[in-house]
C-alpha cells in the first residue's frame, strides 16, 4: 500500500478552515493510461478526424461553383424562352441572397455569399444576350462582359471570389465565341436561331459538323487543351485558383456536352 501510494503524484488540498489552518498532503491518484501507447494515439487520432470532418462544410466552393456553370442550361434557357424579363429579375434576388450569406459569422457561407454574386453578373448577361440580343452573336461577349469593371475592382476586396467566378466564366465564354469564329461556325448562328421550330434541328447539326473538319477542330482542340493547361495551373493555387479551374473546366464540358448533343439529337441541345 505504501509502495502504490509512492508512486501516484501528490497534491495540495486546501482544509477549511473551520477545520485546521494548516494545508494538508494528499495522494491523487494518476489518470488512467493503456499500456499500449498506439492505443492512446489512436483515440487521439480519431477525435481528431471526428473534429476537422465538422469543420469540413456540406458542398466544397469549387463544387458548387461547377454547379453553378451548369445551372443556366437547365434552367436559365428555357426560363429565358418563355420569360426573359422575369429570367432577368431573377438577378436581383440572386444578389440580394448573395449579400445576406456574405455577411454571415461563417467563412465558409461568406465565400458562398461571395460566389453568389459573382454568378448573378453571369445569370444577367446571359438572361439579356439570350432573351434579346440573340440573333446577333457579335455582341455576346461585350454583353456577358458588363460587369467586367466591377469584377476587376473587386479582385482587390472582400467580394474577391466573386471576381473570379465571374471572370472565369467569361473567360470559358470568350474562349468558345474565338473558337467559334475561327471554325467558322459563328456566321452559322443567326441562321439556326431564326430557322422556323421544323428546320432548326437539321441546321445546327450541319453547323456541328462543321467543327468536325480538320482545320476547325484543330482549332477546338488548340483552345480547349489551352483553357486545360491554365486550369491545372490554377488548381494549385489556392482555393480560389481551385475555383477559377473547376469554373473553366466545367465549361469546356458543357460546351462538349453541347456539341455532342448538337450532333446527336439537335432538338436536346437547349438552343433552339
Known amino acids: 500500500m505504501v509502495d502504490c501510494l509512492s508512486r501516484c503524484p501528490a497534491a495540495v488540498v486546501a482544509v477549511p478552515s473551520g477545520v485546521s489552518s494548516r494545508y494538508i498532503p494528499v495522494r491523487v491518484p494518476a489518470p488512467a493510461v493503456d499500456a499500449d501507447p498506439s492505443l492512446n494515439r489512436r483515440r487521439v487520432s480519431v477525435s481528431g478526424s471526428c473534429v476537422a470532418a465538422t469543420e ?153 459538323m462543321v467543327v468536325l473538319r480538320p482545320l476547325p477542330l484543330v482549332v477546338v482542340g488548340t483552345m480547349a487543351s489551352l483553357l486545360l493547361g491554365l486550369a491545372g495551373w490554377l488548381r494549385k493555387r489556392g482555393t480560389a485558383g481551385r475555383l477559377a479551374a473547376v469554373t473553366i473546366a466545367t465549361t469546356l464540358a458543357v460546351d462538349g456536352l453541347f456539341l455532342a448533343a448538337s450532333l446527336a439529337a439537335p432538338r436536346f441541345s437547349g438552343l433552339i
Request: hydrophobic share 60%; aromatic share 10%; charged share 10%.
Open 56 to 208: 469540413q462544410p456540406a458542398v466544397p466552393l469549387p463544387a458548387l461553383a461547377g454547379a453553378l456553370v451548369v445551372l443556366p442550361v437547365f434552367v436559365q434557357a428555357p426560363w429565358v424562352r418563355a420569360a426573359p424579363m422575369a429570367a432577368a429579375l431573377f438577378t436581383a434576388a440572386l444578389v440580394a441572397i448573395g449579400i445576406l450569406l456574405e455577411r454571415h459569422r461563417s467563412p465558409h457561407w461568406k465565400d458562398v455569399g461571395a460566389l453568389l454574386v459573382g454568378f448573378s453578373g453571369s445569370w444577367l448577361g446571359g438572361a439579356l444576350f439570350w432573351g434579346w440580343c440573340r440573333l446577333h452573336p457579335a455582341w455576346h461577349l461585350p454583353v456577358e462582359a458588363f460587369a467586367l469593371p466591377l469584377a476587376v475592382a473587386g479582385l482587390g476586396g472582400r467580394w474577391r471570389l466573386a471576381g473570379i467566378f465571374y471572370l472565369a466564366s467569361l473567360l470559358g465564354t470568350a474562349a468558345t465565341d474565338v473558337a467559334m469564329l475561327l471554325s467558322g461556325v459563328m456566321e452559322l448562328w443567326p441562321q439556326v436561331l431564326s430557322a422556323p421550330l421544323q428546320e432548326a434541328p437539321a441546321l445546327l447539326q450541319a453547323a456541328a
